[in-house]
């Protein structure tokens, strides 16, 4: 399947805000980063994580949010700048 180009030419900042275990493995509750303007959620969560390689421990399990609407690994986003990418680590219940 072939993915959206990170295009590297023309690039946007988004904070991405981090919660629960990501916040742990990270140790701050947010970052800037430059991101491609158009994505895949995949190449989305690649890009998290050749930032912050310490979330690789939860890579599996992992939900990311672009201004607060959960993203699937398939879908295309499109970014302009100031998005907010919320990581989401594994919810456990009781």
């Known amino acids: 399947m072939d ?3 990170n295009d590297t030419t023309e690039q946007v900042k988004v904070t ?5 275990k990501s916040r ?3 140790e701050q509750r947010s970052a800037q980063i430059l991101l ?3 994505l895949t959620g995949r190449d989305l969560i690649a890009n998290i994580l050749n930032n912050f390689p310490s ?4 890579e599996e399990n992992l939900l990311i949010a672009v201004n ?3 993203i ?3 879908s295309e986003i499109n970014f302009e700048g100031g998005e907010e990418v919320a990581v989401i680590p594994p ?3 009781g």
């Open 55 to 58: 979330l690789a421990v939860i």
């Open 16 to 20: 991405v805000l981090f919660f629960a």
């Open 68 to 70: 607060q609407s959960y």
């Open 3 to 5: 993915h959206v180009n």
């Open 36 to 38: 491609g303007k158009r």
């Open 91 to 93: 919810i456990s219940g």
């Open 72 to 74: 699937e690994k398939d």
């Open 24 to 26: 742990e493995l990270v």
